[in-house]
């Protein structure tokens, strides 16, 4: 039965995605709610439902009492006992069922659809946006909002029906049981509720904002502390465990003095809400039975009236803890939409169509780039790379290098002129068709935290396995695959890797990175470094794969080690984010320029990039 109310709602169902989510609390999550707006309503109703039936059981109670007095137990049954065992049949099945379909509802329906949906459309959003948006945050902090925003937001939702319609429906009904009793009654449950509406909004007012800065307090430590953990060789290799220590402690101590803050609140509302129940307790009560003592009231309502005070007196530090959580978790949203709902930085442009790749000719023209600073990166650089054309590049730490290719993969867009890729600009193509027209082999490929094969796999997912080893094998990691073995049993290509490779060294990492890209085939290549990390025996033998597949490809090869480009068709010297020089190894050397003089000064075959111009 529960599986039914499970499937009420699928959270995986299609949706509109926008590139500029509402920022506003409200309207964000609007969207998240739209699918269950059926379930929410139904939901609605039996809460109301639920405490309807325990108001009238409270106003029974209170009848019973006052028909026992009306004669004989023989009397009072047979006038009344047929009425007393629907009562009792009512309690024993109808109200169960009411009580139990609004459970399944919350527990079954809600609460795991919800945030699933919430983490589901979260993470896609997030994983839409540009390199540099990651860049300028810790990851820790990213994945600690994607995680902590749908549980909160389903414990607001489970206290909305839960705590405030359930509430909402109690306050409404207390006054009718009691004004039907006695009007004077609703006098003093009247003073108490303006006493409690005072009390929530001045809680409320100060809890919101408590909430969410211990929110970001908490966020704060998982970010420094993952930071940690994710660099944790520096910090062995350094030995800096102590200052590690105090960079967490001073985030955790922040997060303590917040949430002590928060919890300050909580006692002035805890403490308030005991005097104000005692004063409303003693007055409803007491005025009851003076109106009992002067017979103005029946012994039915003295006990009617005392159970529902009795009840409010318990149910108000629940709901006012409810709603305390509730807006706790709409503090943890609000942080979390810090991140959720920014918009996607970089789009495709509106009707972008898929890469047609014909040649692979790359056009630069007058391409700038400052990371919106007014220095770095490059600038104002015009070059064409032809088709199948092997193109080195060079240059000092910060010439350039790494914003060419970043921009080339338009992992930012340019901030002056263009890049055309067979005369179409890449700004105005699909971002994944343009990504699966480069296969990039970077200095230190970031694995991750699967198996050999899955990583490799990564390059072309519908390869074979044949496929797949020819491509290791290419690569020069075929043999050391399958020597190895995680800590599961786990052996050759399924090994774990751990995260970003950190089980295997650098070479091997790199190996793998490699055949990755030797499977994805691309028609052009970026190679970053691509051998930096490998013994020169290893080198030697990657060598030739990388000719050979460099073959009918366009080619940028970015390195340190000249003696790799050296036999490149050209090669581009790049200096302060402009073009230097460009040429063939020989040509360059016969100028007498700066590629000549990184050439004579390098040391073991690299450039000595501090080498003043």
């Not at 094969?453 to 020069?476: S, V």
Request: net charge neutral.
């Amino acid at each position: 039965m529960l599986r039914f109310f499970e499937r009420l709602v699928d959270p995986y169902a299609p949706y509109d995605m926008t590139d500029t989510p509402p920022n506003r609390l409200w309207p964000f999550l609007k969207g998240y709610m739209r699918p269950f707006r059926k379930v929410f309503a139904v939901t609605g109703a039996l809460s109301v439902v639920v405490a309807v039936t325990d108001l009238a059981l409270i106003w029974y109670v209170g009848r019973v009492v006052d028909l026992l007095a009306t004669g004989t137990p023989q009397q009072v049954w047979t006038t009344h006992g047929t009425e007393i065992i629907c009562v009792a049949l009512a309690v024993l099945f109808l109200r169960p069922i009411a009580a139990a379909a609004n459970t399944a509802l919350l527990h079954n329906a809600i609460l795991p659809n919800f945030g699933t949906l919430i983490r589901w459309r979260a993470h896609r959003h997030v994983l839409r946006q540009p390199v540099g948006w990651f860049e300028s945050d810790f990851a820790g902090r990213l994945a600690n909002r994607i995680m902590q925003t749908p549980p909160a937001a389903g414990d607001a939702v489970f206290n909305v029906f839960d705590a405030v319609a359930f509430a909402a429906t109690t306050a409404v009904g207390s006054l009718v049981v009691l004004g039907q009793a006695d009007a004077r009654l609703m006098v003093p449950l009247l003073v108490w509720f303006a006493a409690y509406g005072l009390l929530m909004r001045w809680t409320v007012r100060r809890a919101g904002p408590a909430a969410k800065a211990s929110s970001d307090a908490r966020s704060a430590v998982t970010g420094r502390v993952v930071d940690a953990y994710t660099n944790i060789h520096s910090v062995k290799l350094f030995a800096h465990d102590d200052r590690e220590e105090g960079h967490a402690r001073e985030a955790i101590e922040h997060a303590r003095q917040t949430f002590a803050h928060e919890m300050r609140i909580v006692s002035r509302m805890d403490i308030s809400l005991t005097v104000i129940n005692g004063m409303m307790i003693v007055a409803v009560i007491g005025w009851a039975v003076l109106l009992w003592y002067g017979g103005a009231a029946t012994a039915g309502v003295v006990a009617a009236a005392s159970a529902l005070v009795l009840r409010l007196n318990n149910m108000t530090y629940w709901i006012m803890w409810a709603t305390q959580q509730l807006f706790q978790s709409l503090g943890t949203i609000a942080e979390g939409m810090e991140t959720i709902a920014q918009p996607i930085a970089l789009t495709d442009a509106r009707g972008a169509a898929d890469l047609v790749l014909t040649e692979g000719r790359i056009d630069l023209d007058r391409v700038t780039h400052h990371y919106g600073r007014s220095s770095g990166g490059l600038q104002d650089v015009t070059l064409t790379i032809r088709p199948g054309e092997r193109l080195g590049v060079v240059g000092r730490s910060g010439a350039g290098k790494s914003t060419l290719v970043k921009l080339l993969l338009r992992f930012y867009d340019v901030e002056g002129g263009e890049i055309r890729i067979d005369g179409q600009n890449i700004a105005h193509v699909t971002q994944a068709s343009l990504r699966r027209a480069i296969g990039m082999v970077q200095q230190d490929p970031s694995l991750l935290h699967r198996s050999v094969r899955e990583n490799i796999l990564y390059g072309r997912p519908d390869a074979t396995e044949d496929e797949m080893i020819a491509a290791a094998k290419r690569a020069e990691a075929h043999d050391f695959i399958l020597t190895l073995q995680d800590a599961e049993g786990r052996q050759g290509y399924d090994a774990q890797v751990g995260e970003r490779g950190v089980k295997l060294s650098g070479g091997q990492r790199q190996r793998i990175g490699l055949a990755r890209v030797i499977l994805k085939d691309a028609p052009i290549l970026v190679l970053d470094e691509a051998t930096s990390a490998l013994d020169s025996e290893v080198e030697a033998a990657i060598q030739e794969s990388l000719y050979g597949v460099m073959a009918g490809k366009t080619v940028i090869a970015i390195a340190h080690r000249l003696s790799t480009i050296a036999h490149m068709d050209r090669i581009l010297v790049l200096d302060g984010g402009g073009i230097a020089e460009i040429g063939t190894h020989d040509d360059l050397l016969a100028q007498g320029g700066l590629y000549a003089r990184f050439w004579a000064r390098q040391s073991g075959g690299f450039i000595d990039t501090d080498e003043d111009a």
